[in-house]
């Protein structure tokens, strides 16, 4: 269990790393893409898509499964140690969805705070000047409320008969 949860982590790190590099430059796609399509389905020159960059879920899952397919195959050969379980596999492929997607968030923040950072002052303030606005309003209708309350308070009832009274009237006493 703590090698599956180092290499979780470590994964997390790789899916960040992996989607950081394909934000920047998508060479390898753009080679891939040159090789398989024709001339008219081929990317545009100023299309950021990569591999896990701008991709569906669906679409990231069966490239990462893939590129950790071919890694774990490579390393058979190399090392013919049996260290690869499905279980390491698993754990190799979510932890680098979740790191894509983590960096994606992070990146996602990060250019919201550079966009709002200037008008940031304004929101800020604006927000305070509701809020005592708000607490105003409350104020003036606790106010106009005890008033209510008062002039209600303030107003006597006609003198009715008790209910003794009325009974007698009616003859029922």
Known sequence: MGLELIIFIAAIFFGAFL????????????????????????????????FVYQQTFL??????????????????????????TISIFASMIVGTLAGTYLANFIFKS??????KSESLEDIVHDTIEKGKDFIEDLKTKEV????????????????????RERLKDKGLL
């Open 144 to 163: 106009e409320e005890t008033k209510e309350v008062k002039e209600i308070e303030e107003t006597p009832k006609a003198e009715e008969k008790s209910a």
């Open 19 to 50: 989607y950081w590099r394909e934000s920047r430059s998508n060479g390898l796609y753009r080679f891939f893409n040159k090789i398989f399509n024709s001339k008219e389905l081929q990317m545009k020159p100023n299309d950021k898509k990569g």
């Open 110 to 115: 990060g250019e919201v705070i550079e966009e």
């Open 59 to 84: 679409v990231r899952l069966i490239f990462i499964g893939f590129l950790f397919l071919i890694g774990i195959v490579i390393v058979r050969f190399l090392i013919p140690i049996d260290i690869t």
